[in-house]
Structure formats: C-alpha cells, structure tokens
C-alpha cells in the first residue's frame, strides 16, 4: 500500500511539474499590447498592400470565415495575390478586446470602420472582424479570421435598388 501511495504521489508531482504555470496579470498585459501591435501592423499594411507582405501575416493553417464561406489559406494567400493594383484600405478599429488563451495564444476582436478604394472608386465599409492568433517562431500570426458586415437591406424593386444600413 505505501508503494502505492508513493507512486501516486510521485505521478501527481510529475503531472503538476508539467502544467504550465497560470498567466500572470502583467505576462497577459504583455500579450494584449503585443497582439494589439501585431493587429495594428496589419492594419496599416492595408493602406498600400504589397501583397506577399500581407500574407505574412497568416499563418499557413489559417481558415478565414466571411459570408458564411471558409477560406483555407492556400486560397487565400492566392487571392490576396490577385489584388489589383491601386486597391487600399484605410480602416480604424474600435471597442477592441483582446483575450489571451495561452502564453502563445490569443483573440482579437472589434469593430472596424474605414474606406476602401480601388480603380472604381471608394467605399465606406464597416463590420466586425475576430482574429485568433498564435506565435510562433516568435511571431504572431492568424491562424482564424472572421468578419462580418451588414447585410444588404432589401427594399421592393419599385423603390429602387438595395440599399446599405
């Protein structure tokens, strides 16, 4: 019975050793400002996209949800290459809440508000976006992204077409 009861407690003491320690309000502090920095960065790279640049960002494991459609990343990072020339987004972000998951985990959300303009013109946007992000290597990266946006409001054809709220 005492072997038992030392094997026990010598599992317990291996099992507790490997847990990682809990996140201390200051580390999750940390994490928020470097998440928040990562977000920021991406942001600004919008304002003149290089494209190769902005797939950086994703890690290649990334699933971005938009309209209820998935997004792997392979088709992603193509698609972003495909942007045309002269497309820029200008875009704030407000009420942002970072929540931290792990030491190398975290998600970032708010709503976002800006123009976008491209060879057509530009347009007002607004709309929510979440990122789930995971550092590796060192680095922050999207492994999630959703966003969302108003949904066309609309009207009967005898009043026109469909409006944006």
Request: hydrophobic residues 45%; aromatic residues 8%.
């Amino acid at each position: 019975m005492k072997r038992f009861k030392l094997g026990a407690a010598l599992a317990a003491l291996s099992l507790s050793a490997c847990a990682p320690a809990p996140l201390t309000d200051a580390r999750k502090t940390e994490i928020t400002t470097e998440v928040t920095q990562r977000v920021t960065a991406f942001v600004r790279q919008l304002r003149a996209p290089v494209a190769d640049s902005v797939v950086a960002f994703y890690d290649s494991s990334m699933v971005f949800g938009r309209a209820g459609v998935l997004v792997p990343f392979e088709s992603l990072a193509v698609n972003t290459r495909k942007w045309p020339a002269g497309l820029s987004a200008v875009l704030g972000m407000n009420g942002a809440k970072v929540v931290v998951l792990a030491p190398d985990a975290a998600v970032y959300s708010a709503r976002l508000s800006g123009i976008v303009k491209d060879s057509t013109g530009q347009r007002e946007v607004t709309g929510a976006i979440t990122f789930v992000l995971q550092k590796r290597g060192g680095v922050w990266r999207f492994v999630a992204a959703h966003e969302s946006s108003p949904l066309v409001q609309w009207v009967h054809e005898s009043e026109g077409a469909a409006q944006r709220p």
